[in-house]
């Protein structure tokens, strides 16, 4: 079992900034790449950004490329996504969530967080 805890979202306005964290525990040695998802009210949870452990490759989503930074520290087992530039669209609740692979499809992420809200005001 691979545990997820996200935290650090809130209320920001238009043009802020906020920084995620999901920190993980258990059979961490499982998981090769961890990905940021997001839900909107109303619409299907969509892929925002994916970093594999050992090497730190990247891949964003394009509505948040140029703006969402995505990192890892291996030592504390945390990965981060550094929103920047947030727009209203940018509101929904985000989830970390561990994979065995490298992809971005939901279906092969195994292990999810609980979620964070942010909310991001015009």
């Known amino acids: 079992q691979v545990q997820l805890v996200e935290s650090g979202g809130g209320l920001v306005e238009a043009g802020g900034s906020l920084r995620l964290s999901c920190a993980t525990s258990?059979?961490?040695?499982?998981?090769?790449?961890m990905g940021w998802f997001r839900q909107a009210p109303g619409k299907d949870r969509e892929f925002v950004a994916r970093?594999?452990?050992?090497?730190?490759?990247?891949f964003y989503a394009d509505s948040v490329k140029g703006r969402f930074t995505i990192s890892r520290d291996n030592a504390k087992k945390t990965v981060y996504l550094q929103m920047n530039s947030l727009k209203p669209e940018d509101t929904a609740v985000y989830y970390c969530?561990?994979?065995?692979?490298?992809?971005?499809?939901?279906?092969?992420?195994?292990?999810w967080g609980q979620g964070t809200q942010v909310t991001v005001s015009s």
């Open positions: 969530a561990s994979t065995r692979g490298i992809t971005i499809q939901q279906s092969q992420y195994n292990y």
């Open positions: 258990g059979r961490t040695f499982s998981s090769a790449a």
């Open positions: 970093i594999t452990w050992s090497s730190g490759i990247t």
